[in-house]
């Protein structure tokens, strides 16, 4: 570091760009935890299936490669991605766990991605075309996982064309049909898993015609390497029994339950949650203290007028790096520990947050915008994904993913 007296720097001492004004910090040992939670939770059904971490948008907001070496380091088995960037990226920085694409791969990008030893999900034929030739022109395997259309209505193929499609594909030079997906639809939103039931049953009737088709091995046999699967974070935590032998898993791999409706269904279930911890903190610094006499207004449009002689904080992070406009006037941060409301609107590049109750902030005083920290006597407040969803009318999701990639992420222990 140039400068040891940076309020970046001094802040748990982390090794930051010195043109840093907002920062992520990404647990290691929350990570480690979770996986350790949901590893366990899909033993609980007598096997142990191979997580599949999706590190997808950015890692979940947690940042790409930040989040792909914590799990590494977890001993995660395989990583989730969406696209062909992903894919570069993670091979570029040395990863060498298996990759399975989930998004939407052109025919044109798909020979790089079998160089890339990246397995994907399939549903079209030009894809397999363009799987099968650059397969041979390689010399190594098109690895397909055929999505099977279960109610969710997203690339996948209905029962009988899925069947067709996954024989005719199988038989396709250089093709290996490595595994069967779906995607549950509403098993997150809802107590009432009717619908979600019915998907894992279509999906149960198309996989076994698709063995009974290829004279594969049956499901769970030793010699089954076929792998279905259809798990998410809510499946794993409900019904560990479907994991199989790949369990794809998101947000809970964060240290975020998937929803209050997930949490509830567990607890009906007579299961004891699991504890997770949530691995983001996102931070900034006060950038000014400023008096702000009784009356006069803060920020774009008037749309905070002080009731009493205030003190302002500013704070140098905004709309642009993914603090969201809608936390005008609503949202709250944390000072030393303590609340403080965010008053005016979010502009571009800075927030203003009301102090006037927090005399020992000051200029380069660290804010956790989301995250927990601690009180002078100890004492710990969060503000939660769940929090800025509430308060904006979204998703915990959306929240951490929306993080904008130019704040750096850093992992701590």
């Known amino acids: 570091m140039t400068q040891p007296s940076s309020p970046i720097a001094n802040s748990r001492e982390l090794t930051l760009p010195q043109d840093a004004t907002s920062w992520v910090e990404v647990s290691q040992s929350a990570i480690a935890h979770n996986i350790k939670q949901l590893n366990h939770a899909g033993a609980s059904s007598g ?20 989040a792909a070496t914590c799990f590494r380091a977890a001993g995660v088995a395989w990583l989730g991605v969406h696209d062909l960037s992903e894919i570069k990226i993670l091979r570029g920085a040395g990863f060498t766990l298996p990759l399975y694409c989930v998004g939407y791969l052109r025919p044109d990008q798909v020979a790089d991605a079998i160089a890339l030893q990246a397995r994907f999900v399939c549903y079209d034929a030009e894809v397999v075309r363009a799987a099968s030739l650059a397969a041979v022109a390689q010399d190594q395997p098109a690895r397909l996982h055929v999505k099977i259309e279960t109610g969710n209505n997203r690339q996948g193929l209905r029962h009988d064309e899925a069947v067709a499609f996954t024989g005719w594909a199988a038989a396709q030079p250089g093709v290996h049909i490595e595994g069967l997906c779906t995607h549950f639809a509403d098993i997150e939103d809802t107590t009432d898993h009717g619908f979600a039931r019915s998907q894992l049953q279509r999906f149960r009737q198309t996989e076994q015609a698709i063995r009974d088709a290829l004279q594969l091995p049956a499901r769970g046999s030793p010699e089954d390497q076929l792998l279905a699967h259809c798990s998410n974070t809510a499946a794993i935590l409900l019904w560990p029994e479907v994991c199989g032998q790949l369990a794809r898993c998101g947000i809970g791999a964060y240290g975020l339950w998937p929803s209050k409706e997930t949490y509830l269904s567990v607890r009906e279930l007579g299961k004891e949650p699991l504890v997770l911890h949530p691995a983001m903190a996102w931070k900034t610094v006060i950038a000014q203290v400023r008096a702000v006499p009784t009356g006069e207004y803060v920020g774009y449009g008037r749309t905070w007028r002080a009731v009493r002689p205030s003190r302002v904080a500013i704070l140098p992070v905004g709309y642009y790096d993914g603090y969201d406009r809608g936390l005008s006037n609503i949202g709250q941060v944390l000072i030393d520990g303590w609340r403080a409301p965010v008053i005016g609107r979010v502009a571009m590049n800075m927030v203003a947050v009301d102090v006037t109750d927090r005399p020992r902030a000051e200029v380069g005083t660290t804010v956790t915008l989301l995250g927990s920290a601690q009180d002078e006597n100890g004492n710990s407040e969060s503000v939660r994904a769940e929090d800025l969803a509430a308060w904006l009318g979204t998703i915990h999701y959306e929240v951490t993913t929306r993080i904008a990639a130019h704040v750096p992420r850093v992992i701590v222990p």
């Open 47 to 66: 096997g142990q299936p191979k997580l599949c971490v999706m590190v997808k948008g950015n890692g979940y907001g947690h940042g790409l490669l930040t």
